[in-house]
């Protein structure tokens, strides 16, 4: 099977060239594209989120002999969330070679952050059951880099402690407000606005929607504990 001149380029993007390139195909194709002859990423993405978990616990344990659950446990889910797969899957520009049906087109599902954890989580996927698990753990370990080594801080949930301290104060959980937006689909640039119902708010900017959320919901429990 011929595949296009864009899944080439994708191929070399991830560092893998498939000897079943309808894998790959599969793992680009949106539910929105589906038919009766023709498959969607649905079945990839459930096995994909099961190969990266597998990859990414046997990746902790190894980066830190010593540390206990209780430590492996948050850095693990700061890694496999579906924000943290969106945002390798931009760095990797899948969105690129998405293959979506025409409202999904028009709505701009080529930027949405569940669309592209998804296929991200597919493609991995598609490269474990066409190379194998190493090859698999392999190219998630390359691509998301150094986000293995500075997941300590990822890990520090600040918008669950601002949440905490809005109850406690007999306030509504905050709203997160995209500001703007900058850049091109594979490198944006967010800024997002954390407001509470008492009329605080603070913003930030930074690569994700997530780093960007966190980032404000830190400044703004920053602001509310030093009014108090």
Not at 5 to 22: C, M, N, T, V, Y
Not at 144 to 150: A, H, L, Q, T, Y
Request: proline letters at 3%; charged letters at 25%.
């Amino acid at each position: 099977m011929k595949i296009s001149s864009e899944l080439k380029d994708f191929e070399q993007r991830i560092g893998h060239e498939f000897a079943d390139p309808a894998l790959l195909t599969e793992a680009v194709t949106h539910a929105s594209m589906s038919s009766p002859t023709r498959g969607d990423n649905q079945r990839l993405e459930f096995l994909g989120d099961r190969v990266l978990g597998l990859a990414m616990a046997q990746a902790l344990l190894e980066a830190d002999t010593d540390a206990a659950e209780g430590k492996l446990a948050p850095r693990f889910n700061a890694l496999v969330r579906k924000e943290t797969c969106a945002d390798v899957a931009r760095e990797i520009d899948v969105g690129a070679v998405l293959r979506l049906g025409r409202s999904e087109m028009l709505s701009g599902g080529r930027r949405k952050e569940a669309l592209l954890g998804d296929a991200m989580e597919a493609v991995i996927a598609a490269v474990y059951l066409d190379a194998g698990f190493d090859v698999a753990q392999a190219m998630v370990i390359r691509l998301w880099g150094k986000r293995i080594k500075d997941v300590d801080a990822d890990a520090r949930d600040a918008k669950t402690a601002m949440q905490e301290w809005a109850q406690a104060q007999g306030l509504q959980p905050p709203r997160y407000v995209e500001v703007h937006r900058e850049g091109p689909d594979h490198a944006p640039v967010f800024t997002i606005a954390a407001k509470l119902t008492n009329g605080a708010s603070a913003q930030a900017t930074a690569k994700s929607k997530r780093q960007a959320e966190q980032a404000a919901a830190a400044a703004l429990l920053a602001q509310m504990e030093k009014t108090q």
